[in-house]
Nanobody, 116 residues
Framework: QVQLVESGGGLVQAGGSLRLSCAAS????????MGWFRQAPGKEREFVAS????????YYKDSVKGRFTISRDNAKNTVYLQMNSLKPEDTAVYYC?????????WGQGTQVTVSS
């Protein structure tokens, strides 16, 4: 099994930046595709960004393209989400996800709050 722990969330003003980290343990990190999802109050969890095991293919939700960057450091078993030019609508709990075929794991989430 894989355990995921997110960190780096907090309160930031609009236009500011945060970098989220997700530390993985339990299985070889490099064999999993990694992603970030978020869930705002009263809304469904939605996809934000993902990166394949090779690190060469990245995908983003349209509204965060050009502002967010997902990356991974397999040697450190860690995936990152660099968030720039944050907007109040980015406010949500952000969750880390690890996926490999039928294996699917989630972290506990970290709160990101963007003030106007």
């Amino acid at each position: 099994q894989v355990q995921l722990v997110e960190s780096g969330g907090g309160l930031v003003q609009a236009g500011g930046s945060l970098r989220l980290s997700c530390a993985a343990s339990g299985r070889p990190f490099s064999s999993y595709a990694m992603g970030w999802f978020r869930q705002a109050p009263g809304k469904e969890r939605e996809f934000v960004a993902s990166i394949r095991w090779s690190g060469g293919s990245r995908y983003y939700k349209d509204s965060v393209k050009g502002r967010f960057t997902i990356s991974r450091d397999n040697a450190k078993n860690t995936v990152y989400l660099q968030m720039n030019s944050l907007k109040p609508e980015d406010t949500a709990v952000y969750y880390c996800n690890a996926n490999r075929g039928s294996d699917d794991y989630w972290g506990q989430g970290t709160q990101v709050t963007v003030s106007s």
